[in-house]
T-cell receptor, first 109, second 112 residues
């Protein structure tokens, strides 16, 4: 099984940077995903890491350290529309996803 | 392109009644999934299908059944609903089981 931990809530100011950490303990690892979910909507894919290191995609970056069971999602130049829940998900050897409970980010003006 | 559609959008159901949540995708994805999302628990996998004609159990399959008669449709059935099945249900699909998943808009189910 999977045990995935991420903070429940974070608050940041518009234009700032926020880092959302995710730690995991798995019985098998085949990649880590980050999804964004606005209130009342479906999750949408943000990033995917399977090898150690940093993946950058515009204002969003995701980092993975497999040896430490650790990932983070970095949101730069925060905008009001970035207020949402961010879900960390680990894929196991059978290609099934296990999700963390999500981190709710609130961006304030 | 519609992507993934789910029906109904929301439903109130009496305990003991049966219900089928519908999920249809038009992307010709091979793999499909059903999750439930509860406050504080995140998304949990109920059942999945890697390809038409096959299904598998996820983390929380009890009380639910699925079928995959064709590529496009993946209905989820609650045979006899109980209040603990009150949740938001998301259907998802991916081209193959190893790729990213795309989620439908969800069905909010309340069992009284």
């Amino acid at each position: 099984g999977q045990n995935i931990d991420q903070p429940t809530e974070m608050t940041a100011t518009e234009g700032a940077i926020v880092q959302i950490n995710c730690t995991y303990q798995t019985s098998g690892f085949n990649g880590l995903f980050w999804y964004q979910q606005h209130a009342g909507e479906a999750p949408t894919f943000l990033s995917y890491n399977v090898l150690d290191g940093l993946e950058e995609k515009g204002r969003f970056s995701s980092f993975l350290s497999r040896s430490k069971g650790y990932s983070y999602l970095l949101l730069k130049e925060l905008q009001m529309k970035d207020s949402a829940s961010y879900l960390c998900a680990v894929r196991d050897g059978d290609y099934k996803l296990s999700f963390g409970a999500g981190t709710t980010v609130t961006v304030r003006a | 392109t519609a992507g993934i559609t789910q029906a109904p959008t929301s439903q109130i159901l009496a305990a003991g009644r049966s219900m089928t949540l519908r999920c249809t995708q038009d992307m010709r994805h091979n793999a499909m999934y059903w999750y439930r999302q509860d406050l504080g628990l995140g998304l949990r996998l109920i059942h999945y299908s890697n390809t038409a004609g096959t299904t598998g159990k996820g983390e929380v399959p009890d009380g639910y059944s699925v079928s995959r008669a064709n590529t496009d449709d993946f209905p989820l059935t609650l045979a006899s609903a109980v209040p603990s099945q009150t949740s938001v249900y998301f259907c998802a699909s991916s081209p193959i089981s190893s790729s990213e998943q795309f989620f439908g808009p969800g069905t909010r189910l309340t069992v009284l």
